[in-house]
């Protein structure tokens, strides 16, 4: 294992590199994670009804959000313009129909989904469903229904107020597709190991060596493994132990996942590498890609805010694979879940490797 | 016999870059191979090592045929490459130990092996500072080292001197002679014939993918015994009368550097010579007459100088 040992210490000698793929992706994704628990949504809540209901209801969602005076003329205005991101409508009569155990219909705004206004909504949609039960079980009375609601509060609120405070699932997403454009970036180290040591006629003099060439190019595979190995390790360590961030039922699964993408990430470097006359040209091509194919395939936004054609083209990306895969994992799916996006993630690294290798290599050249 | 090539031939689509290649060394000698570029001295090289196929013909290194034996030859072999290969982010003691590994050299020895080479190119003190503050000489040097750290029976050195001041290129040869007296065999391929003169045993003349001459130095200025090489020195360069010159019949070559020009003839009469000189006006400053060198032989054999390749 010369050559894997080798290339792990000219690596960690590259501080360059080292930057490029963990380091700065690492500043990203804490920032992201940071900000978790910080941001408010502010609310605006119009209530035509004027209900006790909807007095107590409108108390219990200032705990969970910056409150902020809306009317029913301009509220339009004042989401565009962001002093309200999020507007709840309350119709006259809806605290009646409510008892009544007639059908309800609670009318929201929002100008963009986040984390904050997902778990905003979950809560108010959970308040009213939870509302209709109880009016329910009180049969139109209410003074039952009033009586209940305060039982409800009190265990409800317990409840729901760490469920919302733990809900930043998009920013663990957010944050996970750092992690993979890290992974990404590895592709400007696995395209242009074998090409310095082509450049300075290194690769030339260790075939005079006792060195087969396929132990030679296994071991540099394994030597970018182990680099990926190490950088999905200590990138979700830091994620969980220092940001506490939630990766869903199983960190093995998000684990496994990232392992998959980054033999993707390998794969395309190697073909790069293959392909490219120089380290230079490898350089330029990796950097050609990376980040594009970051933007494209989801790594810095979501990527259902792409126009369609985009997000046509983020299929064609392995990265929009591997992010759908994590999110789906953080939103509580198991590995079962993902065995589509596994399945395509292996597919194209199977496809990278063998026109990586298509071309017959002369050591002499 | 350490090296036995016998009829190798190795085509590159109609470039045949070997043609039926026979050749011979000895164990313990410094054998000299000289040639113009494309003569086929790197693709010998790489074809005895592995590196490029070969189309017909036998190679045994070491008393076994390569295509059996090829990883057990390379332990064997260290070649000192004509570029210098290593790690610039490395220090000199990494490089050394890198190449050792390869060799397959373990703990102990492997450690003996290092400082034993770098002591030998005189590095030793320098071993914890990476090359890339090394002066040419001392590169070479390093390079050196990464080929002998596992002390090989055969090495094989590739214009190991090229690009590098007197001091150390004196050095190097003093290595290569150290290196046979240690019982290595070394194959030295160089553009310097007065290197190749002064340490080899044995040389041969490559041209064409061929060995057109193989011998001592003295059996090799035999064979242009009946020839005899005049020196004359004009009062300035000119090249017209060097044209006319290698028109005479008695002319087999000139070589020119500035006014100085190197004349071999079949005859020891100058006669027609000066007559030239005289006819055209030139006007001559110096004349002697001496006799073959190993570059003469090299000269005649293939039409052509080494040094308009080096």
């Known amino acids: 294992m010369v050559i894997f040992q080798n290339n792990i210490k000219r690596l960690l000698r590259n501080k360059g590199a080292l930057l490029a793929i963990t380091i700065i992706p690492l500043i990203f994704m804490a920032l992201i994670l940071a900000s978790t628990d910080t941001q408010k949504l502010k609310v605006g809540l119009i209530d035509q009804d004027k209900s006790p209901f909807t007095k107590q209801f409108a108390e219990n969602l200032k705990k969970k959000a910056d409150f902020v005076s809306v009317n029913e003329k301009n509220y339009r205005n004042q989401l565009i313009s962001g002093y309200a991101e999020y507007v709840i409508i309350l119709p006259k009569g809806f605290t009646d129909s409510l008892i009544k155990g007639k059908p309800i219909s609670v009318k929201s705004y929002q100008v963009k989904e986040s984390n904050v206004s997902a778990g905003v909504k979950a809560y108010v949609d959970s308040y009213f469903r939870n509302s209709e039960l109880i009016s329910k079980a009180a049969d139109g009375d209410s003074d039952k229904f009033y009586k209940g609601m305060k039982e409800y509060e009190k265990g409800n609120l317990q409840v729901k107020e760490k469920s919302i405070g733990k809900d930043n699932r998009q920013n663990v997403v957010s944050a996970l597709g750092f992690v993979v454009y890290s992974l990404f970036l590895m592709i400007n180290v696995s395209s242009r190991l074998i090409l310095q040591d082509k450049d300075k006629k290194l690769y030339h003099r260790f075939f005079t060596t006792p060195l087969k060439l396929r132990s030679y190019n ?20 830091i994620m969980i132990f220092i940001f506490h961030a939630d990766l869903g039922p199983s960190i093995f699964n998000v684990f496994i996942v990232l392992f998959v993408f980054s033999i993707v990430s390998i794969s395309i470097g190697i073909l790069i590498s293959s392909q490219a006359k120089n380290s230079k040209q490898a350089q330029a091509i990796a950097i050609l890609i990376s980040t594009p194919f970051a933007m494209l395939g989801g790594c810095f936004w979501p990527i259902d805010i792409m126009p369609d054609v985009l997000q046509k083209i983020a299929e064609f990306i392995p990265i929009s694979w591997g992010l759908k895969a994590l999110k789906k994992l953080v939103y509580g799916n198991s590995l079962s879940h993902v065995m589509l996006e596994l399945s395509i993630l292996a597919g194209f690294a199977i496809i990278f490797f063998l026109l990586s290798s298509w071309k017959k290599e002369d050591i002499a050249k | 016999m350490i090296i036995e090539v016998s009829n190798l031939v190795k085509r590159y689509k109609d470039f045949l870059a070997l043609d039926h290649m026979t050749l011979a060394v000895k164990e313990g000698e410094v054998f000299g191979l000289l040639g113009p570029n494309g003569a086929g001295k790197s693709t010998l090289v790489h074809t005895m090592l592995g590196l490029t196929k070969y189309d017909s013909g036998e190679i045994k290194l070491l008393g076994k045929s390569i295509k059996q034996h090829e990883l057990e030859i390379k332990e064997d072999i260290g070649l000192v490459p004509q570029d210098i290969a290593l790690y610039e982010e490395l220090t000199a003691d990494e490089n050394v130990t890198l190449f050792g590994r390869l060799y397959g050299l373990k703990g102990e020895d492997l450690k003996n092996g290092v400082k034993e080479a770098l002591e030998f190119v005189g590095l030793y003190d320098m071993k914890d500072k990476q090359p890339g503050k090394f002066s040419g000489g001392m590169k070479r040097r390093l390079n050196i080292a990464c080929a002998i750290v596992h002390k090989p029976k055969l090495i094989i050195m590739d214009e190991p001197t090229v690009g590098i001041d007197p001091q150390s290129r004196n050095y190097i040869l003093e290595s290569v002679k150290k290196l046979n007296e240690m019982g290595s065999t070394i194959i030295y391929i160089s553009h310097y014939m007065e290197e190749v003169a002064a340490i080899c045993t044995n040389i041969a003349i490559v041209d064409k993918g061929r060995i057109i001459a193989q011998g001592t130095k003295n059996e090799l200025a035999k064979l242009i015994i009946n020839e005899h090489v005049v020196v004359i020195t004009m009062e300035a360069p000119n090249y017209a009368v060097i044209e006319k010159l290698k028109k005479l019949p008695v002319v087999k070559e000139v070589t020119a550097e500035n006014e100085t020009l190197r004349i071999v003839t079949e005859s020891p009469q100058m006669n027609e010579i000066l007559e030239l000189f005289i006819q055209e006006g030139v006007k001559v400053t110096n004349v002697a007459t001496t006799t073959p060198t190993l570059e003469d032989v090299f000269l005649t054999l293939t039409g052509r100088a080494l040094r308009e390749e080096a």
Request: glycine residues 0%; neutral net charge.
């Open chain 1, 218 to 237: 296994i071991q540099h595979i394994l030597s970018y493994i182990f680099i990926s190995l190490m950088q999905i390790i200590c990138l979700l360590a």
